[in-house]
């Protein structure tokens, strides 16, 4: 099984997983031109895909959803409040709830349900049916529920948006920076830490850090927090962006 990511931020999302000729996409918040792109930059087509997986309805999780899957044909997967929360109608294949598993070719997926400000949002672990690979992003706070659905990862991707004191001494408004911080926002670099360092993590092969804001956060901020918290090697965490996102990485 191995990952990559098309893209990591408030202008878009896509996390590709694969095992053999199985492709799950999940997210899709680039425009049908530029998911294109991306996918070719390693090494795929879109007619490749095999399932879209969608895990809550903002612009930078779904915009090329709908035109990506009538073009190619491609199977999209969501929770029913995901789809109600849709400006623009998708046409669905089957819908996901938290604690559900979707099998897809040869990967297994399950939802699980996280605390985030949308209608129904929905975070995926994934398997071959020997590793499995986590993604925890779009979060304010967790709990032991959310927990117990992640240990055993040999992969995670997790969020670590913004950091507290760059969202405090911003200048977003008040109303913002209370939303992006809540409970039920993002999650900064200290709680995505605590996060799996309670999860541990000594078991991890990768371990990549994502949705980090432009405004709020830096990847040095980001790196060195997870250090002290987890006593890793700094070299060893590895960031997805913006632009590049993350190339191929073959989990073992």
């Avoid at 893209?7 to 996409?25: F, R």
């Avoid at 200290?190 to 541990?200: N, Y």
Wanted: aromatic share 8%; proline share 2%; hydrophobic share 40%.
């Amino acid at each position: 099984m191995r990952f990559a990511v098309l893209g990591s931020g408030s202008q878009g999302n896509g996390t590709l997983i694969a095992s053999g000729d199985t492709y799950i996409l999940v997210d899709c918040g680039f425009s049908l031109r530029e998911t294109e792109r991306r996918l070719a930059l390693l090494g795929v087509s879109a007619a490749q895909l095999s399932a879209v997986l969608v895990t809550h309805e903002h612009a930078d999780h779904v915009h090329g959803v709908g035109l990506l899957s009538r073009r190619y044909n491609v199977p999209v997967y969501l929770s029913q409040g995901t789809l109600r929360g849709l400006r623009k109608p998708v046409e669905v294949a089957g819908f996901l709830a938290c604690g559900q598993r979707l099998s897809v070719g040869s990967l297994e997926v399950t939802a699980s349900r996280v605390e985030h400000d949308a209608h129904e949002p929905l975070q995926y672990v994934v398997s071959d049916g020997t590793r499995r690979f986590g993604m925890l992003t779009d979060l304010g706070s967790y709990d032991a529920r959310l927990l117990n659905g992640y240990r055993d990862l040999d992969a995670l991707l997790i969020e670590a948006n913004h950091c507290r004191d760059m969202l405090a001494r911003g200048h977003y408004p008040y109303f913002l920076k209370q939303r992006v911080g809540g409970m039920r926002g993002h999650l900064n670099n200290h709680q995505a830490a605590s996060l799996v360092h309670e999860l541990g993590w000594n078991t991890l092969q990768y371990l990549v850090l994502a949705h980090l804001s432009s405004k709020n956060n830096l990847p040095h901020l980001a790196r060195q927090c997870f250090v002290d918290t987890l006593g890793c090697d700094p070299d060893w965490l590895e960031v997805a962006n913006q632009e590049h996102g993350l190339d191929w990485r073959a989990i073992a």
